[in-house]
């Protein structure tokens, strides 16, 4: 079971622009001193994620200190997270690029420009040559001002590619773009900001509002942080919006079905939990403050006008969407199937060599496959795999 696609690593061109740029503006500061500033920052801008909740103006975007710290440590995170979908979206999902003229990419709540970039950088990574426009909309005018930057003192990475920038109010009605709509619109991280103290249908009508700037082909990857809550409300918001026919439901699961964990309690969420690499320097940072560095969790979906492709509505599909277990002389794992339902899968370690046990211990939340084999018993939602050949993925990015 190989991974079907392996992903461009974060640049290292990125990190070091980072760096470089916090070094200049501490130029009389050595480098632990440096690396404290940051890691008192990225205390706080913990807290204001996961505690506090603030997201005015004053609280991270016009701070030097907020952005150069998201830019060293919590920018690659959203680089991995939204390189990730964009991959499942163009490889495994049926979004394709324009015949001919530029691939359009909006990304809303855009920030320091880590969703857009990641997209840009993706999407040539797969041979897609077309010219690529990037629209970046934020509140916050230093932040696009430093995305400018980036993306003029980097651009070989993303050659052929074109940024346009807005500062914008998005908790204000959103305006329409009526000479052009975009092929890809991307919410990295960005839409329960913008959604804080937004009742549910003031969310659904702003959600709706999107309609009218995306093609008909086009589509929207909304990657969120890893809170159940926040996670949660995603995939009700993605729910209804489907289920009235305002967007069609493409991912995380199958024909448009959606979210299972949302019906019934359960042990588990709808979140990704992926294995990404982290660099000396961010390891150096967190190292002190015991941050986990080496994955990446968040929640996704996935929407579009076209109709998702077809699936079996069975069990013989499934995203996994729980650790791989051991126990009791089995591995086993929680998939979704493609009927929109909670499976367990289970294979006895007795009918695997070591080199099998190796590869599906290694298989992560997110990853699809396909189950060719398998068997019931009493209950249906238990699923017995006879043996290692009877699985194949049929989606796992790797870097």
């Given at each position: ?15 070091d ?16 001193k440096?690396l ?8 706080l ?11 005015e ?21 959203t ?13 495994f ?10 691939i359009?990419?909006?990304?809303i ?13 993706q ?6 040559d ?8 934020d509140y ?43 092929d ?7 839409m ?10 003031q ?6 509002a999107?309609?009218y ?18 996670c949660?409300?995603?995939q009700?918001?993605?729910s ?34 992926r ?34 492709a ?18 009791k002389?089995?591995l086993?794992f929680?998939?979704?199937g ?10 006895q370690?007795?009918?695997?060599l ?8 290694k298989?992560?939340?997110g990853d ?13 939602q ?18």
């Open positions: 079971m190989d991974p079907t696609l392996i992903l461009p690593p974060y640049p290292k061109e990125i990190g622009w980072w760096w470089q740029h916090a070094t200049q503006k501490w130029s009389d500061h050595g480098e632990e440096i404290n500033l940051i890691r008192k920052e990225i205390v801008q913990s807290d204001r994620f996961n505690k506090n909740r603030t997201f103006s004053y609280e991270y975007g016009s701070r030097d200190l907020s952005l150069i710290t998201y830019g060293n440590f919590f920018f690659p995170r680089w991995y997270a939204m390189s990730l979908s964009v991959a499942e979206a163009c490889a999902r049926g979004w394709n690029q324009p015949r001919k003229g530029p359009r990419i909006l990304d709540g855009s920030g320091l420009g880590a969703s857009g970039l990641s997209a840009m950088y999407l040539k990574s797969l041979k897609i077309n010219p690529i426009t990037l629209d970046a909309w916050s005018g230093k932040s696009l001002n430093l995305l400018k930057t980036i993306c003029l003192d980097c651009n070989h990475l993303w050659n052929l590619s074109r940024l346009n920038t807005r500062r914008i109010d998005l908790r204000a009605p959103l305006p329409l773009v009526r000479k052009q709509k975009f890809l619109i991307l919410l990295g991280y960005s329960n900001e913008i959604f804080e103290n937004f009742e549910l249908d969310q659904i009508e702003w959600m709706r999107l309609t700037l995306l093609t008909q082909n086009g589509f929207m990857i909304i990657v969120e942080p890893a809170q159940k809550k926040i949660d409300q995603l009700i918001i993605s209804f919006l489907s289920n009235q026919g305002d967007y069609l439901l493409h991912a995380p699961y199958f024909n448009g079905k959606t979210c299972p964990f949302l019906k019934a309690k359960n042990s588990y969420y709808s979140h990704e939990v294995k990404i690499n982290s660099s000396l320097r961010i390891q150096k940072i967190s190292a002190p403050l015991k941050l986990e560095t080496r994955q990446v969790k968040f929640g996704l979906a996935i929407l579009s006008r076209q109709k998702p077809a699936f079996p509505e069975d069990s013989s599909y499934c995203r996994i969407v729980s650790p791989i277990k051991k126990k002389g089995t086993s929680v998939g979704i493609g009927d929109g339902l909670e499976y367990t899968y289970e294979v370690k007795r009918n695997l070591a080199d099998q046990v190796k590869k599906i211990t298989l992560e939340r699809i496959l396909k189950i060719h084999e398998q068997e019931k018993g009493k209950d249906a238990r699923i017995r795999i006879p043996k290692f050949e009877s699985i194949s993925c049929e989606f796992s990015s790797r870097w």
